[in-house]
């Protein structure tokens, strides 16, 4: 039996997305081991539930009634053990064992400190955010996205052997590849950090080192997972996204320019879909926090229900493949 | 009198284009006053000079000859003490006041070493390259764009004001906008070098503090001055540079792929590379190193004439409004 706990609170547009998500989720994979935990309005979850979830599967939604979400504002700890918003009472639950897994589209810093609390694998430091990132020619883990910005190269070298083991076993990617990402290719480039970090990955036979990664060939794709500290990895990615994001929006002004350049949008509108497409990370679930001793994700606080919908398939995976234990294995 | 020197070496694609750039510079300019100094190859660009510049300003391109560069194999001290190699001579000529500025687009690593050894403003700590960045809405300095990747939250002060002295004088903007790069909104977010930065630059009242600014807003182009060490600059800027690259590539391919999108590509081509043209740092020059006793400014390796030009132009406006005097008067 498989229990996944989901907090219906924290995302942008409400908790509509979490909820049909849940549901459709549960109505199309018609698995009788599955129960779904919603946390958060018991009245808005039950009239979703009763409008569209197929009743032969009605115990395999689960509802935690709650109408408190975290204050940002608040001191964490305090928050964590105030045991009566959809993100606390879920951590709680994972952390005794009532459920699996817990899914939040609320914040980042809540969920990484929380996590935190919930507990790391023993020998474990620091928990990356691992970023699933659609690049021009494979898809790369970024780790760490942005959970721990002040971190020691040790934690550099955890987070390749993290991100090998989340890559292979959840991807089945053998011998995955990992970079370090610098500001130069030669071994003796980079900060302080990244100069140790490059000796320790260079030395561990466990990893299947690359060397380091330039900045400017992120988006390229030549690895499968790259490391860094949270600071910098969150830079990279919202750069990234960012600019994507402004490059699409400028493309489109083009297009709207006269009648001419609009008569080219319309030709070529599909087969920009199409690729474009490519680049959506609906289909990746959302970043595993990795390292912690219960399965936590994270997906955006703009998730659209696909992308949660996916995030509870990453989760089932991740306890049916058991990266948990896999990960304490490499640790002992 | 107004004496600049120009590596011709360290460039992708020879020296050629630097060569061409000063010569054209000096028969369009038509200045009695200024004088280049070109480090290099005495046969090739005699050559030039004989072939294209204007015989009454024979006297006003000096050649200093050589046929050396520098070795990044060897330690920069000594290949800086080597005085035989085109960036050491430059250098060394910077130091004696044979020359008032220096242009190479040799490696950025040995410019920043060899530019503390022509020295630094009093008070200054660390020089970092200030690289204007074209965004969607206005050019926005990144400081430090690469220079000095372990820093102190006072030098990121520092480079605020170096950008605010540099911007207000070279530009014309009065009291420059200046953001700290950082992972998030709030004045708390951050790494410790961040967290600390911020309340130096917000008590600072010499400083147009705008607050944090998130990484992925950088392309939106808010603020005229972006500052944050020289390994996060870097990381941003060439993750902004590669994505482009990237995306650009991306919609070639697809204005290739059918006959359709190939009639689309020609409907707005011309719209296209308008707009495009306003993203190109052509017109920029190079980056300057800012906080130095002496002007450095740092080009591309794959710069073509027309950057190079501009970065005799950019050196020229640097010595006439007296950035380095305004600087000196800041720090004391």
Chains 1, 2 share one sequence.
Not at 126 to 138: H, I, R, S, W, Y
């Amino acid at each position: 039996m498989i229990k996944i706990g989901i907090d219906t609170f924290g995302g942008d547009a409400g908790a509509l997305n979490p909820i049909l998500a849940a549901i459709s989720y549960i109505n199309e994979n018609k698995d009788d081991n599955l129960y779904l935990y919603l946390y958060g309005d018991e009245k808005q979850i039950s009239e979703e539930i009763e409008k569209s979830l197929d009743k032969k599967y009605i115990n395999n939604i689960q509802i935690i009634n709650t109408n408190d979400f975290i204050d940002l504002n608040k001191d964490v700890l305090s928050e964590f053990k105030r045991h009566t918003t959809s993100m606390s009472l879920g951590m709680k639950d994972l952390q005794d064992d009532k459920i699996d897994a817990f899914i939040s589209q609320g914040s980042s810093a809540a969920i990484r400190i929380f996590a935190n609390f919930v507990g790391r694998i023993k020998g474990i430091k620091e928990c990356p955010f691992g970023a699933l990132v659609p690049t021009m020619n494979k898809n790369t883990l970024l780790l760490d996205s942005g959970a721990n910005v002040d971190i020691r190269p040790e934690d550099l070298q955890q987070f390749a052997l993290l991100g090998s083991v989340y890559m292979k076993t959840l991807y089945n990617i053998q011998n995955p590849s990992v970079a370090l990402l610098n500001n130069g290719l030669e071994e003796e480039k980079g900060n302080k950090q990244t100069k140790q970090a490059y000796q320790l990955l260079k030395n561990d036979k466990r990893i299947n080192f690359y060397g380091n990664l330039e900045f400017r060939d992120f988006p390229k794709g030549l690895v499968d997972i790259v490391v860094c500290d949270g600071f910098v990895g969150n830079c990279i990615l919202k750069t990234y996204e960012g600019t994507s994001k402004e490059l699409i929006k400028l493309l489109k002004s083009i297009f709207l320019k006269n009648i001419k350049t609009m008569i080219a949008a319309l030709l070529i509108k599909n087969e920009l879909k199409e690729i474009l497409k490519n680049y959506s990370t609906e289909n990746f679930g959302g970043a595993p926090i990795l390292g912690c001793k219960k399965v936590i994700i994270k997906c955006h606080g703009n998730s659209k229900e696909k992308e949660l919908y996916n995030a509870i398939n990453q989760a089932k995976d991740y306890i049916e493949k058991d990266i948990t234990g896999k990960i304490i294995s490499t640790y002992n």
